[in-house]
């Protein structure tokens, strides 16, 4: 006879079910867990050997044997002590066969039987409901979490005494605590930094409602101390609150990097990351011996990733960031697994404009500034859409009493652009940004179209460039509650990118001097 | 070439022996103007001081230096460096040299010589004002300076200024807006690319008043060069205007220079609380005019203000067909953007415009080629 019960192992953010065997029998003394596993099983055998002691069942001079299934997952962590010590507890007849039928344990134990929480609960809470299990135990501490996926019902234990007394039938299962997944009380974002707070800046107030309205990438450019990071740590309080399934996916990543909060619930504010330029690719990305945990790109999907200081960023982690922006997914290869985390964010750079910061007295010439700008690789350039110049604060601005516009107002307007979108695209468009460039096209009007061909045919414009302005339009129009996009919006969105050019265009050195000879 | 034709071709009128020797001093990099006032002092005390004198003086002093002054085969390839640029040589005295600078002979800073690729050679001979200012203006300042060329263009006046980027481009551009005549005083000598990449403007200038510079040609930029030059900025005008400059400006030394040599000095008042404008109040604490209104200046030289009554400035009107296509929103904005960058919000504050409405504009006209995109905002092509 083998004692059998479920738990859940996390490769990545996929959740797989695990069988644990047990079985005891008379032969040399020993605690063995056996299915594809480190050093680290020889700790989970003595955690539940101490833990099954403070329940009174001791095993002197037996052979205990472990199996996870399957054994060619690959497995880590502690989260799978609470269904050992249940499954040497069903092995040895202390409780039934019929108590743990349909039922899925996740916990790690103290030496004194207690139950704590372990990360992953979320997504694994979330697969179970297709596995045909309607009960989950888990640590007190998971069990809201376990409680957002809405799938089985939720049996939180605090002991492993208690969870005896439970299937035992001695004591009935406390309820969970309810997750605190209302969507009507959570829209309302958590207070954040508001617009409000910004003075003048006009350019850079529109580009981050464009942005925000067309999930379009933004690069900042201003001096130190102007108020780049004030203005991208804004931009999450004007995009719209994530929908039901966005927030579980955030949640879900969140869950298995272990950064779930205390108390839990479903944050519908749309998160944002800004990595630090030091930071090592790994970190960025996702990495880790054995299995991947996410990165700061993946704990920023569905949100903002922020880097600050663009051009101090290594070249290889700028340019590996381009395959994923265009996929919304990254896929991180280790040892042990190749895992998928998901990564579909809005990019927000922020860059000083010239190599001396570009202060009121920046004295670098034209060339220096050129040099310092093309180390903005082309490609990336070209995924990027918006540039505004964030202008230092002058006297008046910080003196006048006129407060900006707040967060409230322009999420409003980036929230109706964004209704209008959804009805022209349907579902499967998110938003204007990755709207396909075909169906882009069919809305604008010739002659808009024509403007920016010419801007094309000048060598102002690269093809990928064409494509992204005609979006950035498409939003500049939604924004206008206008049907079609015309020619100021193709020419606003082509000023936006102005700021994204590496070098003096082609077109103004051969047009320029004959145009300005004529002119004068 | 003999010696002949090329003095006779580089200082058309003038001893062509005269003319080889100045040319030997100008060739010597040592020979630079404090030296030349130096050979000046030493002459001060006679009853007049002689060009030859002073020409002999520096002779002497070449002899007893162990790097003497050039060879008669350096100065031949001198002077056809000079010729190739188009540069022709004034000489202090001699055919050619502005008069302005004549009165400075010689204790006021004048130079001994002068090189200067101008239309047949000569410097525009009408009123001259200096317009002068910091290499980063505000856009207001820019602005003024445009305004400033435009207007005393229009009415025939000569704008001087030094091709700096700034406030004198911004003057320059004014003028040659309006199809006037402006003259700059470069701090290199002909055939450099300074500032780099403002050719089109420099080759603009040459051929609408004239490029002046007193070093060898392929001399190239030191910062020397540009508080030398400054006295013949200030030399080559009847009235110096200072738009705006910070503390210990350039503009500010140009400004004291003209008041040395008895010119007039105006300066713009800005804001007491912007540090681009501390210079022009500074001069005007210390008594020069303050420009209250653009036609001020026009008073001082002496040229009827044709527009009067109104107040400033009008807007431009270069007339070519390319700004006649622009939109009403490009065509305002083009009055605004100058020679020095100006971000898009900036714009929106000047013009009390909406910032997409700028966007727009700026587009229209970046893609028509009449204005350059730069990483700080757009500016003049």
Do not use: C
């Given at each position: 006879m083998v004692g059998r019960v479920r738990t859940m192992a996390v490769v990545g953010l996929q959740a797989v079910a695990v069988t644990v065997e047990a079985h005891v029998a008379g032969g040399l003394p020993g605690f063995s867990v056996i299915g594809s596993w480190g050093p680290a099983a020889g700790q989970a055998a003595d955690r539940v050997r101490t833990a099954l002691a403070t329940v009174g069942v001791a095993m002197p001079g037996r052979k205990v044997l472990i199996s996870l299934a399957p054994a060619d997952l690959p497995k880590a962590g502690a989260r799978f002590d609470l269904a050992m010590a249940a499954a040497i507890l069903l092995e040895l007849g202390v409780v039934e066969q019929a108590a743990l039928d349909g039922v899925a344990l996740l916990?790690?134990?103290?030496?004194?039987?207690?139950?704590?929480?372990?990360?992953?609960?979320l997504p694994s809470a979330a697969a179970l409901s297709a596995t045909g299990?309607?009960?989950?135990?888990?640590?007190?501490?998971?069990?809201?979490e376990a409680a957002l996926a809405g799938g089985p019902e939720v049996v939180p234990v605090r002991h492993l005494a208690e969870l005896l007394a439970v299937l035992r039938k001695e004591q009935a299962?406390?309820?969970?605590?309810?997750?605190?997944?209302?969507?009507?009380?959570?829209?309302?974002?958590?207070?954040?930094?508001?617009?409000?707070d910004v003075r003048g800046q006009a350019e850079a107030r529109r580009a981050l409602e464009v942005a925000a309205a067309g999930g379009h990438h933004l690069l900042l450019l201003g001096p130190p101390g102007c108020g780049k990071s004030m203005l991208a740590r804004r931009l999450p309080g004007i995009?719209?609150?994530?929908?039901?399934d966005q927030a579980l996916e955030v949640a879900g990543v969140r869950s298995v990097a272990g950064l779930l909060g205390d108390p839990v619930r479903l944050e519908r504010r749309p998160p944002l990351c800004s990595p630090h330029h030091t930071m090592s690719a790994a970190a960025l990305f996702g990495g880790g011996t054995g299995v991947a945990r996410p990165g700061q790109l993946s704990l920023a999907h569905h949100g903002v990733l922020f880097l600050d200081e663009l051009f101090e960023w290594p070249r290889g982690v700028i340019e590996a960031l381009r395959q994923p922006l265009e996929d919304g997914v990254i896929c991180v290869a280790r040892s042990r697994a190749t895992v998928t985390y998901p990564a579909r964010v809005q990019l927000v750079c922020a860059a000083n404009p010239c190599p001396c910061g570009g202060g009121d007295r920046c004295s670098c010439s034209d060339d220096a500034v050129w040099a310092y700008r093309s180390r903005l690789s082309g490609p990336l350039a070209d995924r990027l859409d918006l540039a505004p110049a964030v202008e230092p604060l002058s006297a008046g601005d910080l003196l006048s009493a006129q407060a900006g516009e707040s967060s409230a107002a322009v999420a409003a307007r980036v929230a109706s652009a964004r209704a209008v979108a959804r009805d022209r695209w349907g579902q499967a468009v998110t938003c204007n940004a990755v709207a396909p460039a075909r169906l882009v096209r069919q809305s604008v009007r010739p002659a808009a179209l024509r403007t920016l061909a010419n801007a094309v045919e000048a060598g102002a414009l690269t093809g990928r460039g064409y494509d992204r302005a005609l979006r950035v339009a498409r939003t500049c129009a939604d924004l206008e509650g206008s049907q079609m996009v015309g020619t100021d919006h193709v020419l606003e969105a082509y000023a936006h990118r102005l700021g994204l050019r590496q070098q003096p265009t082609a077109a103004a050195s051969a047009v320029g001097p004959a145009v300005a000879v004529a002119q004068w | 070439m003999t010696t002949a034709d090329w003095a006779g071709e580089l200082s058309a009128g003038a001893d062509p022996d005269l003319v080889e020797r100045v040319l030997r001093l100008a060739a010597a990099p040592w020979v630079h103007p404090e030296r030349l006032r130096g050979a000046v002092e030493a002459n001060l005390d006679r009853p007049c001081v002689r060009v030859e004198d002073v020409i002999a003086g520096l002779e002497a002093a070449g002899d007893a230096r162990s790097r003497p002054l050039p060879r008669r085969a350096q100065v031949r390839e001198v002077a056809l460096a000079l010729l190739r640029h188009g540069a022709r040589m004034a000489i202090v005295g001699q055919p050619g040299y502005p008069r302005r600078l004549a009165d400075a002979w010689p204790e006021l800073g004048a130079p001994l010589w002068l090189f200067l690729r101008a239309p047949e050679a000569r410097l525009p001979a009408a009123a001259a004002v200096a317009v002068v200012g910091t290499r980063h203006p505000t856009v207001d300042g820019a602005q003024t300076a445009v305004a400033l060329g435009r207007l005393l263009a229009r009415h025939g006046v000569t704008v001087v200024s030094g091709m700096a980027r700034g406030i004198d481009q911004a003057a320059h551009r004014g003028a040659l807006q309006a199809g006037g005549a402006t003259v700059a005083v470069l701090g290199t000598g002909f055939g450099v690319d300074y500032p780099a990449g403002d050719e089109t403007v420099r080759e603009a200038v040459a051929a609408a008043g004239g490029l002046v510079s007193e070093l060898p040609p392929g001399c190239g930029p030191k910062p020397q060069h540009f508080i030398w030059r400054n006295r013949l900025i200030s030399g080559l005008a009847d009235v110096t205007v200072v738009v705006q400059g910070r503390v210990r400006?350039?503009?500010?030394?140009?400004?004291?220079?003209?008041?040395?040599?008895?010119?007039?000095?105006?300066?713009?008042?800005?804001?007491?609380?912007?540090?681009?404008?501390?210079?022009?109040?500074d001069l005007i604490r210390d008594g020069a005019t303050p420009l209250t209104r653009l036609s001020d200046v026009l008073d001082i030289v002496g040229v009827v203000d044709a527009q009067r009554g109104g107040m400033q400035d009008g807007p431009a009107t270069p007339g070519n067909t390319l700004t006649a296509r622009l939109s009403a929103d490009a065509s305002d904005l083009l009055t605004l953007i100058g020679a020095v960058p100006a971000a898009p919000g900036a714009l929106a504050r000047a013009a009390q415009r909406p910032v997409t409405t700028i966007l727009a504009a700026v587009a229209e006209l970046e893609t028509a080629g009449l204005v350059r995109a730069t990483p700080r905002g757009p500016v003049l092509a």
């Open positions: 916990g790690e134990l103290a030496l004194d039987g207690e139950v704590r929480p372990v990360p992953g609960v299990v309607h009960r989950l135990a888990v640590a007190d501490a998971n069990a809201a299962p406390r309820p969970a605590p309810a997750g605190d997944n209302d969507v009507a009380a959570a829209t309302v974002p958590a207070a954040g930094p508001d617009l409000a995009l719209p609150p994530l929908t039901d | 400006s350039g503009a500010l030394h140009t400004a004291r220079l003209a008041a040395a040599q008895g010119r007039e000095v105006m300066a713009v008042p800005g804001s007491v609380n912007d540090p681009a404008s501390r210079a022009p109040l």
